[in-house]
């Protein structure tokens, strides 16, 4: 009777919950902000997530066929890195630039998946934030394309070509140039994703809600965000007297709060590292907002606080339950 | 209510208990002429020693196998009968171990010292633990700790707590709760008794609340006895496990590498306790047990109190058989229960229930690479880091897992149990902690 029983070790069930499914309701928490992004910016904005995204899981499905890896498209990671490397490009003019639309999503895709994700071992293996590095690789090869100057104005906004950012305005002439609630609804100048506050705050709930990232990341990074730059304003720093409360949901703050400082593999698993990280990220975004050259801070200090993670994580292991003090024995000499 | 749980940590499998829950516990017989196999190992310790021989005629609840160690647990005849052969047989546990083979001549004719000494309140604390040592109780939640020794702790422990572990936080299993619906009264005395060991110890029985009437029958019998009290649970798993059940009732922390016996406690399993209140109240030693037999494969799900040393294949046969074809049966719970090679072994001491899985609901997903999502760090119970400890076990490096903690694993299960990608966290982890601790020994 029965002698083909299957022998595994224990535990014999699992959770319902898979890796899919998880970057799917990733993909489900930026809908918002990517329908916001076209209704603000059009049939370009359209036009450069679709190529992002196709290009991003037609690079990963390449990779795997030269490398002789399993395609591992299905697991929808390449889907997110391509919408949020589309979300953080400005939509471009689709009479000025027709081949950049599709060139500079195609190139940006590629670095992501092909240099910052596969090289180190694909997805879990990559320490830095794929989406960030290829939209970094633009910045420095398409200079005038990702920075202010390209950048359109929203379909609802006066006739101007192109729009200054919030921050960026601020930066040159020491007042945002828009108000809390243009920010909150996205109608201001900005990368196609970046604008809408409530889309990605919406968002980026949807996420905590279904346990996807932990509040930690977030809330630190926007709160460090608010306080520091209050400090600095109360301290009287040149770059940052004008600046308020408003300056949260001005750039890519949101985006890169909810959606990039909490990209698993480049963030801390421990939740003290993910308090840490939080707190370098915001802490560093207002460096670079109120004394760097830039404008906008949120895409560098990701990458630079995704250095510190192997790091962090070491420093931050939980204490196990029923932890003692080791008894340090002095030396007898 | 005010509900206690563990500190950190923790996930809900489903319950998977609706099956069992409400079937009160059916008593199940060893057929004429059965073969009763009484492997000599049935607990932790040296095994015990055969004090009889092929051709003798047994009597039910006869010793037939002695304690000589001192971490030992004697053996006793569940059915009378013939001695037929004494020779190594296989365990539920895959290995091979000496066994005493009894036939049954199924008159179940008593050992006529059986039940002259029921008068415990008469005994001293020595005579209280020999009548355990004796009755061959082992913990029957499944570890099989000798009980007498884990009553009797060294004197610089002193006990003020003594636990009854009725969570039973393992999915599927309800054997626990109904005994203690059904036997509520016997369970509250076992647990006296055992208090009587330790002068001004409180006894407490813990149990979760997703068993609201095992807590209102438990709370209605322990209002006789000032000196113990029900603990209302919030359902939570591995709640059941001894570190995680003293900090749930107690709020201490047994440390690390420590027994429960350093901070005062004393935790027993429901089963366990049974038999204790059979041995002393009732002098009969340990000769049943009381298993879940469920899972989707099976006919008529329920709780069956069963002979030690019935083949379990019989067993299957005259509780009605399979409704589907098994395509694992796992001795024990689903999360931490070991799977069964072959169902041609006998119940033992140990085994706590038969969970018998279709191929639908055996099957596993397979193993993708880890995403970093942090969700196994935030599941483990003893705050480790499974996710660190699988790379350090996949890698060879023992240095490493140590110094990771890993031999603070209890071995829940739970790392594995929530992982999106579905690695074998807990499998690898717990393999290689043995393989560590094979090699600290050796040392
Ligand atoms: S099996 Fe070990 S490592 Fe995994 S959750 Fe349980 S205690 Fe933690
Ligand atoms: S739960 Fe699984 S995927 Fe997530 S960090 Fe742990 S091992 Fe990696």
Known sequence: ?333 | MNLKTFKIGGIHPPEGKEATEKKPIEIIMPKEGALMVYPMSQHIGAPAVPIVQKGDRVLLGQKIAEAEAFMCSPIHASVSGTVKDIKPMLTPGGTMAQSVIVENDGLFEEDPSLGKNKDWQKLSKEEILDKIKNAGIVGLGGAGFPTHIKLNPPPTDKIDTIIVNAAECEPYLTSDHRVMLEKSDRLAMGLKIMLTLHPGAKGYIAIENNKPDAIEAMSEVCRKYDDISVVALLTKYPQGSEKQLIYAVTGREVKSGKLPASEGCIVDNVDTVLAVERACAQDRPLMRRIVTFTGDAVKNPGNYQVRIGMNINDFIEQVGGFAEEPAKIIAGGPMMGKAMFSTDVPFVKTSSALLCLTRKSAELPPESNCIRCGKCVGACPMGLMPLTLNQDALAGDMAAFEAHDGLDCIMCGSCSFTCPAKRHLAQTIIAFRGEVMASKRKK
Request: glycine share 10%.
């Open chain 1, 1 to 333: 009777m029965n002698d083909n029983l299957m022998v595994s070790s224990s535990p014999h069930i699992r959770s319902k919950e898979t890796v899919s499914g998880v970057m799917r309701d990733v993909v489900i928490a930026l809908v918002p902000a990517t329908v916001m992004g076209i209704v603000y910016f059009g049939v370009t904005a359209a036009i450069m997530v679709a190529v992002s995204i196709l290009a991003a899981v037609l690079w990963e499905t390449l990779y795997n066929k030269i490398a002789k890896k399993p395609n591992t498209v299905k697991d929808f990671s390449a889907v997110i890195t391509g919408l949020l490397l589309a979300l953080n490009m400005p939509a471009l003019s689709f009479s000025e630039h027709p081949i950049a639309i599709f060139v500079m999503p195609i190139v940006g895709a590629g670095f992501a998946i092909v240099i910052a994700k596969q090289i180190f071992g694909g997805l879990g293996q990559n320490f830095i934030n794929p989406a960030l590095a290829g939209r970094a690789f633009l910045v420095a090869s398409y200079p005038t394309l990702m920075t202010g100057a390209a950048f359109k104005a929203t379909n609802f906004m006066a006739e101007a070509e192109t729009y200054a950012t919030p921050l960026a305005s601020m930066k040159e002439g020491g007042s945002y140039g828009a108000t809390l609630v243009q920010g909150l609804i996205g109608n201001t100048g900005g990368t196609i994703g970046e604008t809408c506050a409530i889309a990605l705050i919406v968002g980026g709930l949807y996420l905590i809600y279904k346990k996807v990232i932990s509040w930690r990341i977030p809330v630190l990074y926007i709160g460090t965000v608010l306080v520091f730059t209050y400090i600095l304003k109360l301290c009287g720093v040149e770059g940052a007297v004008s600046r308020d409360y408003t300056e949260i949901f001005f750039g890519g703050l949101m985006l890169g709060a909810f959606f990039m400082a909490t990209d698993y593999a480049s963030s801390p698993v421990t939740p003290l590292g993910q308090l840490i990280m939080g707190f370098g990220c915001g802490f560093i975004t207002v460096l670079i907002r109120v004394f760097g050259g830039y404008p906008e801070g949120v895409s560098y200090s990701i990458l630079l606080m995704n250095l510190c993670v192997p790091l962090i994580d070491r420093w931050t292991t939980p204490k196990k339950f029923g932890y003692v003090k080791p008894v340090k024995v002095k030396e007898v000499k």
